[in-house]
C-alpha cells in the first residue's frame, strides 16, 4: 500500500469520525457540522457546533475541538496536527486553525457562500501570514453534503409548517 492510498483511507476513517460529529448537532438541530482533530493517528479532540445551544457565536465546531485539543497537549500550538471538518471554515475557523499551526486540514464540504479554505477565500494557503496548513478537499464531500442539504430542507419544511399553523390559527 502506498503512503498516498494510506492517507486517503486515514483521511476516510476520521472525516467519518468528524461525520458522527455532525450528527450529535444535528440531535440538537443545529447545523450539522462536525471535527476531530488528530495527532500521530489519534483522535485528541473532538467538536460540533453548538451556537444556538451555548447561545455563543463562537461555539463551531472547529473552535470547539481546537480548544479541547489545546487542552490536551498542553499548548496553544497544534503543530503535527491534521483537523477533519465535515463544513469549509468560516473566516474565523480558519483563522484559528493558521493561530494554532495545525499542519493539516482536510474538509469535506465546500462551502461557496462563506467557505475561507478556497470558496470564498483562502486564508489556509494564503501567502503572506506566517503559517499556511495543507488542505485536502472532498474527502466524503457526498456523505456530508447530503447530510447538509437535508437538514436545511427539513429547516425551510418546519418553516413552512408553522408558517402555516399560524395562518389557519388566525382564520
Not at 499551526?101 to 470564498?120: F, H, L, Q, T
Not at 483562502?122 to 456523505?143: C, I, P, S, W, Y
Amino acid at each position: 500500500m502506498t503512503e498516498e492510498e494510506k492517507q486517503s483511507k486515514d483521511d476516510i476513517k476520521f472525516m467519518k469520525e468528524a461525520r458522527k460529529q455532525a450528527m450529535k448537532a444535528y440531535a440538537l438541530k443545529e447545523v450539522p457540522i462536525g471535527c476531530v482533530i488528530t495527532c500521530e493517528g489519534k483522535v485528541i479532540a473532538r467538536g460540533y457546533n453548538r451556537r444556538n445551544t451555548d447561545k455563543n457565536t463562537t461555539s463551531h465546531a472547529e473552535i470547539n475541538a481546537i480548544r479541547k485539543a489545546s487542552k490536551k497537549l498542553g499548548d496553544w500550538r497544534l503543530e503535527g496536527c491534521t483537523l477533519y471538518v465535515t463544513l469549509e471554515p468560516c473566516q474565523m475557523c480558519a483563522g484559528a486553525i493558521i493561530q494554532s499551526r495545525m499542519d493539516r486540514v482536510v474538509i469535506a464540504s465546500m462551502n461557496p457562500k462563506a467557505g475561507c479554505a478556497g470558496s470564498v477565500l483562502n486564508l489556509l494557503e494564503m501567502d503572506g501570514f506566517n503559517h499556511k496548513a495543507q488542505v485536502t478537499r472532498g474527502v466524503l464531500e457526498e456523505e456530508c453534503s447530503q447530510m447538509l442539504s437535508g437538514f436545511f430542507k427539513e429547516l425551510r419544511e418546519e418553516k413552512a409548517r408553522k408558517k402555516q399553523e399560524a395562518k389557519e390559527s388566525v382564520e
